[in-house]
């Protein structure tokens, strides 16, 4: 199969290293606006030629878009005057609403794109993040839709196979509204923590449970500041709840009787109007 990587970044490059050591006889193209990274990429081994140009991308069986989400949009509509029939594009884009309607917006055979997130990674990023073994036993969810044709969904899904990911579909909307819940929470708190410690300079260095906490503040700011405004609404109802089990907690501090406290921090705890 002959795929072309769109995005030389951790996930990009780790595609390519995953898929390499994976299968023999295919041919990945690698395209990226910096070109250290297509070097970085081509050097080790997650590529095996580059791509002058973003055209040069589109005449092959697979296209993974792995660029930032803010890229998406044009990506698609310079792609778009290239394309065959019968080339399927997916993505890695961690919303994935915003994105089936730009591919049902530029793309001249929407039926061919499968929307996809493996639910991987790390703090770091960039080429140099990349590592073969990123997807072995994760979850990497696809969100076909009524028109997207069946071999296009299987041809992404050998992707995966070869990557040892496990495929999960699962509508678009759902997605975003549990991984919000997942990740975009998560990366607020880290973000906030951060924050409230650098406004707040400690002696002590923190523990396990700090450094677990705010692993993930150490993440791109930009790429997450794009990705919050992407799913707000999930992300905002997601935080509002969490607001509120906060308050009680607080609330609970300040009650003499600290069975409450003890029901709120179970885990089998009350909502937190109870």
Request: glycine content about 6%; overall charge negative.
């Amino acid at each position: 199969m002959r795929i072309s990587i769109i995005g030389l970044g951790g996930i990009g490059a780790s595609i390519g290293l995953a898929y390499q050591h994976a299968t023999l006889g295919s041919v990945i193209i690698g395209y990226d606006i910096q070109t250290d990274a297509v070097q970085g990429a081509l050097e080790m081994g997650a590529i095996d030629q580059p791509a002058e140009s973003l055209e040069a991308c589109a005449e092959v069986d697979l296209i993974v878009v792995a660029t930032p989400p803010r890229a998406v949009p044009t990506m698609f509509q310079q792609l778009a005057p290239h394309l065959d029939p019968e080339t399927v594009i997916t993505d890695v884009v961690s919303v994935k609403s915003p994105v089936l309607s730009w591919a049902r917006r530029h793309l001249p055979y929407p039926s061919r794109f499968v929307g996809g997130h493996p639910i991987a990674g790390t703090e770091q990023h960039g080429y140099a993040a990349a590592r073969a073994d990123l997807f072995q036993g994760v979850q990497w969810v696809l969100t076909p839709t009524a028109e997207t044709e069946s071999e296009a969904i299987a041809r992404v899904e050998q992707l995966i196979g070869a990557v040892r990911a496990i495929p999960v579909r699962m509508d678009a909307a759902q997605h975003d509204w549990e991984f919000a819940l997942l990740s975009f929470v998560p990366h607020c708190i880290a973000f906030s923590l951060a924050k409230l410690r650098e406004e707040n300079p400690t002696h002590l260095q923190g523990g396990g449970s700090w450094h677990s906490a705010t692993r993930v503040a150490q993440s791109d700011p930009e790429l997450w500041a794009e990705l919050l405004a992407l799913n707000s609404e999930a992300t905002r109802a997601w935080l509002d709840a969490l607001i509120v089990r906060l308050r009680a907690i607080s609330d609970a501090l300040q009650q003499p009787d600290k069975s409450l406290l003890h029901r709120l921090l179970g885990r089998n705890s009350p909502s937190a109007d109870e």
